[in-house]
T-cell receptor, first 115, second 114 residues
Framework: AQKVTQAQTEISVVEKEDVTLDCVYETRDTTYYLFWYKQPPSGELVFLIRRNSFDEQNEISGRYSWNFQKSTSSFNFTITASQVVDSAVYFCALSEDTTGNQFYFGTGTSLTVIP | KAGVTQTPRYLIKTRGQQVTLSCSPISGHRSVSWYQQTPGQGLQFLFEYFSETQRNKGNFPGRFSGRQFSNSRSEMNVSTLELGDSALYLC?????????????FGPGTRLTVL
């Protein structure tokens, strides 16, 4: 079974619209870590955020915000006032204490921001 | 600080050949992980090295191997290449390879097998 599910394969929005990327995870560990990465066309995965399982506080960084809800095993990512430079593939990932630093990645959501 | 570097960036090989990819981690990082990215399978964990020892391994055949040197640089080798090995190979480094550690990724090596 997939440990990380990103149900949205592709999303297109018009510039300045808000967009939310969904991430649902599955783990039996009580201690785990969630990550979001951005992969622009150049291919390099760029780290965006890390959240541990004990910290459910939502986080905002500029136009980016993350909503972590353990009750629904979700870690969603919202981009406010999207820009063309936000166009990329976004990956959600999970690491668990019991499996070390092996990351389990979702299949990614390809975001296209139309000018 | 310089980021993770990978060489070469692009490779074209034919079936049956072998290939070696190189990764230099961020200075001070001692853990190096390798991932394979394909359109069909997504990002899959290959293995992780720390202090020249393989600590963790994904579900890949023995044709995929790696090693780490005393300066934390790592290489991965794929022998007897198959068409299905065509992929983007990403290397990531972290301080100690704990589950708490953030992994920082290199630009990848795009391998094409003909």
């Amino acid at each position: 079974a997939q440990k990380v599910t990103q149900a949205q394969t592709e999303i297109s929005v018009v510039e300045k619209e808000d967009v939310t990327l969904d991430c649902v995870y599955e783990t039996r560990d009580t201690t785990y870590y969630l990550f979001w990465y951005k992969q622009p066309p150049s291919g390099e995965l760029v780290f965006l955020i890390r959240r541990n399982s004990f910290d459910e506080q939502n986080e905002i960084s500029g136009r980016y915000s993350w909503n972590f809800q353990k009750s629904t095993s979700s870690f969603n990512f919202t981009i406010t006032a999207s820009q063309v430079v936000d166009s990329a593939v976004y990956f959600c990932a999970l690491s668990e204490d019991t499996t070390g630093n092996q990351f389990y990645f979702g299949t990614g959501t390809s975001l296209t921001v139309i000018p | 600080k310089a980021g993770v570097t990978q060489t070469p960036r692009y490779l074209i090989k034919t079936r049956g050949q072998q290939v070696t990819l190189s990764c230099s981690p961020i200075s001070g990082h001692r853990s190096v992980s390798w991932y394979q990215q394909t359109p069909g399978q997504g990002l899959q964990f290959l293995f992780e090295y720390f202090s020249e020892t393989q600590r963790n391994k994904g579900n890949f055949p023995g044709r995929f191997s790696g090693r780490q040197f005393s300066n934390s640089r790592s290489e991965m080798n794929v022998s007897t290449l198959e068409l299905g090995d065509s992929a983007l190979y990403l290397c990531a480094s972290s301080l100690f390879g704990y589950s708490t550690d953030t992994q920082y990724f290199g630009p990848g090596t795009r391998l094409t097998v003909l």
